[in-house]
């Protein structure tokens, strides 16, 4: 809208002095209100349905709820999800009355807290409910180890609840306040995207086609929700009359969708590269960041070693884990026994105390296991014991049965072939090899051939006699090179190199071999081995017919000295001939004094909590104009035009001030002369005073508010963007205009247009 300074007649400019001079008082003391006509026109949008809104987007947050609650076990899991995601979605519907800003805010974060509590209500004691925390981190920790389904706890519950119920807040949030339903609808699509990947494979299609079905149902309902608040709803009855006649055309492509799901593979292809069908190297954490404690506890006849599990595929020069689909993981059966055709005769019983993970530890060659408690499950791929679902929980006791160690004698005697396949694996897997390297080449033709047996350990005598093991037992590549310098040349190897060695000349030889690990004996104390970080250890497997696969634990006879902290994985090993000793002589110090040190400490804690206070102290003032302005600007728009363009020409005021243009009793006109002239500002005045206080007061429109808040708008901007960063970020925290405002009325309802305004609203 242009507005220009009005020069036809000496007596109209007379009338606009008059009203300049007055203006002050007048803005203090409010717009007086003239019979006949209309001062407070409300300035708010059509009424959003904000009901039916909620009842579209409730049906993707369903869908999500559907995905997310499937990667538990059991259909609760579902059920609680859809109703925490429900329950977000009311809170969005019902949070949006609340007038005031920051009473919002603490309704709404404490609404979806108590959400996540609600949804423990059923599985947790009043105590446990009330100290959240340590199951909520417990069920964090274990996300990284458990495989969906997982076991659904007291602490998923709760995250369950925080995660749906803010997913359904966010979704009605932004279909109602930012009246964009479509977008609000895609809210859960991530969350549903993340949960068809996590869903267990069996469990995906029917999965899918309900979160299909419901974001159908979703989308015909938006269908019939008119925003714009003057045109007349359609009504429920002919919703469902609607709703009715589409059923059959949904069920129709949904039973197209599940023929093609399940019977070809055009709506799920087989992956280009698929993670679960790579071998993946071992990721293991160095000693020095492990603390120190008891993992588990043996009662066994024997020393170990305690498996873990095993490397059996070299690809890339390393060895690597097997890939996780060739596992072959079962429930262990009633009877406890996993494998009939080896002979019992090693017993040891666990009892868990600071492990975490799924995996147990167990012996080699198992026969079978007996364990009270949750369910166990055993994968006669890699020989791994494990829990079916869920993480290890102290306390859990199980007792184990393995195969009988065979004598040197038997070993000797062996001379049946391979047979083709080791369990459902073939045989050449575990052979595949490169070439060997000359070195290796000339030691096998030494070895003796009157058995696999004694020719292996010809060349593991001859191997762990030559290299001296130096460095720590991480998990690193291990090319025949490598295997090469170790028989000549540097003759240096880490534990996990000549672990990894003696697994590579086996197979040179024929024998099937892998790199088991775990932990190997333990300190001995009230007659049970207490097994820590410090012992675990890497060690040789090999495969003979009729014993299976057995462990061989084999040191150097010569290590470099080693005074770190790191485990060596091979201990009992041979000092070499380079000796490094320390030695510690005592000496008298005088006494310390810890003064600085404490004054240090308490500087520490302080030093941060003053500057925090200090930060609040000078950051607060932009907090209290933010919520002040957004305050006077709802009752701006609940008041009418007039208003609104008295508190546009008031923030712009305002905003001078803060900069230190200073002049509050200034009146527009006035306040023109102490700036240089500029055609937005002179508009803008001119507009101010003619529709406050001139000839345009009795035709104020909503057109002219929008153009005083847009001039406005443009001027703070404008004059924002001639300043510094430095002087913009002074105004932002300034006082000036919360000490001196240009007017200090506005916004400030009487006690009878407080129980009004309300009534205007609606």
Known sequence: ?????????????????????????????????????????????????????????????????????????GIAPRIYAAVAGLMGVAVAVRARRIQNPIMMSVAIAGA?????????????????????????????????VQRPPVAFELGWRAILGWLMGGLGFSAAWV???????????????????????????????????????????GLGTLSGIELDGDTEQRSIAFELRRAARALPLIGAITGALAVLATQTTFLFPPPIFDPTQSAQKPKAIPLSKVPDRVLFTVDSQVTGPWRMGGLDVYEQNAWKLPPFAESRIAEIPETGVIDSEVVAGVVATFEVKGLTGAVLPGLPNLFGIRAEGPALAYDSRTGNIRLSQGTIQEGLKYAVTAARIPTVEELVKVTAPLPEQIGEVDTSSYLELPPPPPAVQALIKEAPKTSKWAELEFVRTKFLDTVVAAG??????????????????????????????????????????????????????????????????????????????????????QAKSSFGQQSQQNRNVAASDEIAVQIFVPFETDPRSYLFEQIRAALLV??????????????????????????????????????????????????????????????????????????????????????????LRPDVTTDDAVTAEELSRSLRKRISQAHS??????????????????????????????????????
Request: hydrophobic share 45%; charged share 20%; aromatic share 10%.
């Open 1 to 73: 809208m242009a507005v220009t300074t009005p020069k036809d007649s000496a007596e109209q400019t007379g009338d606009l002095q008059q009203i300049e001079e007055n203006a002050p008082d007048q803005l203090e003391t409010g717009l007086p209100e003239e019979e006949g006509v209309p001062q407070k026109t409300t300035g708010f949008d059509p009424k959003v349905p904000a009901e039916r809104l909620g009842v579209v987007v409730s049906f993707s947050t369903l869908a999500a709820a559907v995905m997310v609650g499937g990667v538990f076990l």
């Open 112 to 144: 979806i807290g108590a959400i996540g509590v609600l949804m423990t209500v059923f599985a947790g004691s009043f105590s446990d409910i009330i100290d959240l925390g340590p199951f909520v981190r417990e069920a964090v920790k274990s996300g990284d």
């Open 175 to 217: 279909a109602i306040e930012l009246r964009r339903p479509s977008l609000g609808m895609m809210v859960p699509l991530p969350i549903v995207a993340f949960g068809a990947i996590s869903v267990p494979k069996d469990a995906r299609i029917l999965s899918g086609l309900m979160c299909l079905v419901l974001f159908a149902i």
């Open 472 to 557: 720590q037992g991480t998990p690193v590549d291990v090319p025949p090179d490598k295997v090469q310098d170790m028989l000549a040349g540097k003759k240096e190897g880490t534990p996990y190199e000549i672990v990894a060695g003696q697994a590579m000349l086996a197979r040179w030889i024929g024998v099937p071999s892998r790199i088991g690990y775990g932990f190997d004996g333990g300190d001995k104390e009230a007659g049970v081995y207490s097994v820590r970080p410090k012992h675990g250890a890497s060690f040789l497997e090999v495969y003979f017919p009729g014993y299976k696969w057995l462990p061989i634990i084999g040191n150097p006879t």
């Open 606 to 695: 302080l030093v941060p909590i003053l500057l925090f206070l200090a930060l609040i102290y000078f950051t607060y003032p932009g907090a209290v104009k933010a919520y002040k302005r957004s305050k006077r600007r709802t009752w701006a728009l609940r008041q009418g035009p007039p208003e609104r363009i008295a508190l546009a020409y008031a923030e712009w005021r305002d905003l001078c001030l803060d900069f230190g243009y200073r002049h509050e009793s200034d009146t527009p006109l006035m306040f023109l002369d102490r700036v240089i002239p500029d055609d937005e500002h002179t508009e803008f005045a001119w507009l101010v005073t003619r529709t406050l206080w001139g000839d």
């Open 725 to 762: 960063f430095t002087l913009r970020s002074i105004a932002a925290i300034s006082r000036l205009s919360l000490k001196n405002p240009y007017a200090p009325s506005l916004g400030a309802l009487t006690r009878k247009e407080k129980t009004r305004a309300p009534q205007k609203a609606a």
